[in-house]
């Protein structure tokens, strides 16, 4: 029975002992007041004996002369004895008669008053019986209430009980399905003491470390799995969880019954009474050595795509072969922990291998290597187009012997990979460890792959020397034939040999000065070779008139410019040459010609070779006039500044010129 049942229990019990003593004390009072009542009795009847007596003996005293007295002593006393108190003896005989009536009438007074005092104990008493009823009433009501109540109640606590017992059943049985699912679960469960002994240990713990629970328990965990070097980070987590944090994750290599080192995954949490004290630490543990490794790997892949990535990379954001192995290089040292490596390049001619970049060396063994293709290892790797591999120099037979430093270099392993691009060796890719090292499939796969990009790049960069090589071979092609079209316009014109070449020299100075582009540079000086190309399109009895041209002729003369443009606009490699055969008559004041551009809206080419043209053409000897003398041609040009020339031209060609540097 629960603690309320018993509360229900105890307030009855004190209930029946209050209704207990007030019956008691009232029926007490009752038992006092029917004596007293009895007692009245008495007295009455002794009184009433005693007039009887006081009258014969006052009638034998006195005879018939006081009968009257005695009668009314008699008569009176019958009334009082009937209850009749308000009675009275008057006898006024002045005798002794008279005095027996006073104590008679002083008797029925105290009679009368003990007869109130009477009534009013009676008045009480019925009172308290009323009272006692009401008590009694009022108590059954109670206690039918406490009753209905105790009643209710504990049905409730039977109900509750059953609630209960349901509960503990349910509770027992959850804690046998969970302590079956612990048994069963994968995840390690330990619960150690404040002594940091084990105190549990679950069968996956047991799968985990090869320790039965029977083994492990009452053991400390650096008798079991804790490796001497790992013991100051336990005792560290252990000292922070004790001190009040909440939990505490870490990843441990541990030791196994059977010695293997695993890596385990640990989540430790104070376990706590319930007044807040630590108890233990209980520890949840996962064997994930696998999980690391599979991490590791895909890590390690991951790495060695970036190294995939960044050498392509290199190979397509530059044609700088050096820089394209100097990444190659750098990937492959640090992706597959590579101590030194280097890269032979094969000469087609002399099938030489000479050494052309190299990373992790501490010395210049290697830097002047030069092998015959079948020769050493490298030589061997190219002949036979396979990886050699070297796990121990020490005991090989051919060691490498290129450099006597070589030996201070301390290498142990080495393998040599050639570098195949199209079917053809381009060289050879040398490794070298210090440690002792074994090659797995999947690291000499992804070398296979590094030595395949290196090889493209390798490729890559000799095409692109074969066609940077033709592309200059072209451009001097080109260029000598622009030279041999300006020779062949001077030699046509006797009068202006040499001019062609003297005012192209004269040109780039001036447009140097004025801090023109070496890419422009060389479409004016294809430009200035060029300017006097229209003059094909002139008669030659225009052309070569020993007098001065009338208008007719000045008019053809003046169309050169424009023959000029449609003879090499059509070649797009002298399109952007155009400016000065087409524009060096324009005039600053738009006064030129064929189009009469003005200003800024002559391209600045044609302004610079403007000035040079009219100078030399001034200094040379004309079937129509004599050489100008300098000082006149100066004069001149500074004239025509703002007209025929720009003025910033004229300023930096007749500085150049006072500096003699023309």
């Keep these: 029975m629960g603690t309320a049942g018993r509360a229900a229990i105890e307030v009855m019990s004190k ?41 014969l003996a006052f009638a034998i005293k006195q005879g018939s002369n006081i009968a009257g007295a005695v009668n009314t002593v008699s008569n009176t006393a019958k009334l009082v004895a009937a209850g009749d108190l308000e009675q009275s003896v008057n006898v006024r005989t002045g005798d002794e008669i008279e005095s027996m009536a006073d104590s008679f009438n002083t008797m029925i007074s105290n009679m009368k008053k003990m007869v109130e005092e009477l009534r009013h104990e009676i008045t009480e008493r019925e009172q308290a019986e009323k009272a006692l009823q009401e008590i009694t009433d009022n108590l059954e009501v109670m206690v039918e209430k406490r009753t209905s109540e105790l009643k209710m109640t504990n049905e409730q606590l039977w109900k509750e009980n059953v609630k209960r017992e349901a509960a503990e059943t349910k509770t027992k049985q959850l804690q046998k399905h969970l302590e079956l699912q612990i048994e069963r679960m994968p ?18 713990a047991e799968n985990i470390f090869g320790f039965t629970a029977q083994e492990a328990l009452g053991n400390h965990p650096y008798d079991l799995i804790v490796p001497k070097e790992a013991q100051p980070h336990v005792d560290d987590i252990w000292r922070k969880l004790l001190e009040g944090d909440t939990t505490a994750h870490s990843v441990n290599e541990n030791m196994t019954k059977d ?14 009474k319930a007044d807040g004290t630590v108890a233990g630490i209980l520890s949840m543990v996962q064997d994930i050595t696998e999980r690391k490794r599979t991490e590791e790997k895909i890590q390690q892949q991951l790495q060695r795509m970036t190294a995939l990535r960044n050498i392509d ?11 394209t192995l100097n990444v ?139 066609l940077e090589r033709s592309n200059v071979e072209l451009i001097l092609a080109y260029d000598a034939t622009l030279e041999g079209w300006s020779n062949a316009l001077d030699y046509r014109d006797k009068e202006t040999e040499g001019h062609s070449q003297r005012v192209t020299d004269i040109t780039l100075k ?9 890419a422009e540079l060389v479409h004016m000086r294809r430009g200035a070779l060029l300017h006097d190309i229209g003059k094909l399109g002139v008669p030659d009895a225009v052309l070569f008139k020993p007098g001065k041209l009338d208008d007719e002729e000045w008019e053809i003369m003046r169309k050169h ?43 600045r080419a044609a302004l ?34 703002g007209k025929h020339f720009d003025p910033k031209v004229v300023e930096v060609f007749l500085k150049l010129l006072c500096e003699q540097n023309l």
């Design 15 to 55: 209930l029946d002992k209050l209704h207990d003593a007030i019956v008691t004390t009232v029926n007490h009072r009752l038992e006092l007041a029917e004596q007293d009542f009895r007692k009245s009795q008495m007295i009455s009847l002794a009184v009433i004996l005693a007039a009887i007596l006081l009258g």
């Design 187 to 204: 995840i390690g469960l330990v619960f150690w003491d404040l002594e940091f002994q084990v105190q549990s240990w679950n069968p996956a």
């Design 259 to 272: 010695g293997r080192t695993i890596i385990c995954e640990w989540s430790n949490t104070p376990f706590k």
């Design 313 to 323: 990379r290199a190979i397509s954001g530059s044609l700088d072969l050096q820089l």
């Design 328 to 466: 190659f290089l750098e990937q492959l040292t640090e992706r597959l922990g590579v101590h030194a490596a280097d890269v032979l390049l094969l000469d087609p001619l002399t099938q030489t291998l000479n050494y052309t970049a190299g990373r992790g060396f501490h010395t210049d063994a290697l830097k002047h290597s030069h092998l015959r293709v079948g020769v050493g290892y490298a030589g061997r790797a190219a002949h036979e187009r396979r990886i050699v591999s070297i796990t121990n120099l020490a005991e090989a037979e051919n060691s490498l012997r290129r450099s006597p430093l070589l030996a201070s270099e301390g290498f142990i392993a080495y393998y040599g990979i050639p570098l195949i691009a199209k079917g053809h060796v381009r060289g050879v890719v040398e490794i070298f460890y210090r440690t002792p090292f074994e090659a797995d499939h999947e690291w000499l796969d992804f070398l296979e792959a590094l030595a395949a990009q290196a090889a493209i790049a390798i490729d890559n960069a000799g095409l692109f020397d074969d």
């Design 510 to 518: 001036v447009a140097r000065a004025m801090e023109v582009s070496e």
């Design 561 to 603: 410019p424009v023959f000029a443009y449609e003879l090499l606009s059509p070649i797009a490699f002298l399109s952007p040459a155009l400016d000065i055969p087409y524009c060096h008559h324009e005039k600053w004041d738009g006064t030129g010609y064929p189009r009469g551009l003005k200003g800024e809206q002559i391209p």
């Design 608 to 641: 610079i070779f403007a000035v040079v043209d009219v100078w030399d053409a001034l200094s040379s000897d004309r079937p129509y006039r004599p050489a100008w003398a300098e000082d006149k041609i100066t004069a001149y040009i500074k004239d025509e500044a």
